[in-house]
């Protein structure tokens, strides 16, 4: 029988994890840093999980060594290499059959390896418990601010050594917006996101603080985790603002590429109602005529500052400007040891 422990987060980092599932399982979502290595195939486990059910587990165990015997050679080629020494973890949906099998092999080759007890089941309710409720390791940071003034950018030009950027928007591949889609495809899974969020959470350094872009409930079709978004709306909140003409400038430079016209358009199509016959009709038309800065300003006015932050409930407690950032990286650092003592 192979060793099995429960997980942690420190195996992360001193092990090699190896996901024995099938890619599909594997696509959805995975333990950070892990390798796919499949003991079954996508069709395999379909037409094994159909014999079980049908038969009972002698076929189906009978089957599957059939099946896979003959690839034990180069699945422990291909982990041994990749561990480079490392002691390895593996895993499967459920510390089941699969990751008992992987790690048997790897056993009796040689090689120090444990399977992870409850598999990937245990570990989605390892994340899902550390959102339920969120208990932030330090200070969260939020910048707020009307489209285009570039938060983000800002964001991730920021030195790295007194507080932690987490880029949402990147994580959940999708901007937040009506046109947040351009260039991205938001492509992961619910399950996907939290995984990648909680990874990057779990590195922070405690009482560091947490720097991260004011956002909704949703970010495209992903959702904020459990009671992140209210926890953000605790944090320090910073409304950050800049003319509308370096707003246009900074959209331009964004999306102003022949490759987003279609998609753009599309995006335009989705807020026609929204912005009205006559005011959806004059701004097709400087996006036909590829007059970025007319479609860019009569975006911010006529729509996007109309919809967002048109009404707040909350107060900030305090507003950065963000028309030259590298003053505004210093302004901030100055105003967050003011009010954070760090």
Known sequence: ???????????????????????????????????????????????????????????????????????????????????????????????????????????????????????YRDFRNHVAAFFTPYVPSGPLVVLH??????????????????????????????RGSAFGELGLTQDLTQKRFETLLWNELRQVPPGMPILLEGESRRIGRISLPGNFYDVMREGTLVWCDASLETRVARLIDEYGRPEYKEGMGAALERIRKKLGGEKYTEIAGYLERWELKPFMAELMTSYYDRLYYKTR??????????????????ELERQLRDHLRF
């Open 145 to 174: 601010g009307m489209t285009g003034i570039g938060k983000t950018t800002f964001l991730l030009g920021l030195r790295t050594d007194i507080w932690r950027v987490v880029d949402l928007e990147g994580l959940a591949c999708h």
């Open 313 to 330: 409930d909350w107060q900030e407690d305090f507003t950065l400007s963000l028309e030259d950032f590298p003053a505004a990286g210093e």
């Open 1 to 119: 029988m192979p060793a099995t422990v429960p997980f942690n987060e420190s195996l992360l980092d001193s092990h090699l994890v190896v996901d024995a599932r099938t890619p599909l399982e594997f696509a959805e979502d995975h333990i950070p840093g892990a390798m796919n290595v499949p003991l079954l195939s996508n069709e395999e486990r379909v037409e094994i999980g159909t014999l079980y059910k049908q038969t009972g587990p002698y076929e189906a165990r009978r089957r599957g060594l059939e099946l896979t015997a003959h690839r034990y050679p180069a699945m422990v080629a291909e982990i041994a290499e990749a561990a480079n020494g490392r002691p390895i973890l593996v895993y499967c949906w459920r510390g089941g059959l699969r990751s008992k099998t992987v790690t048997s092999i790897l056993e009796l080759t040689g090689h120090q390896a444990v399977q992870l007890q409850g598999g």
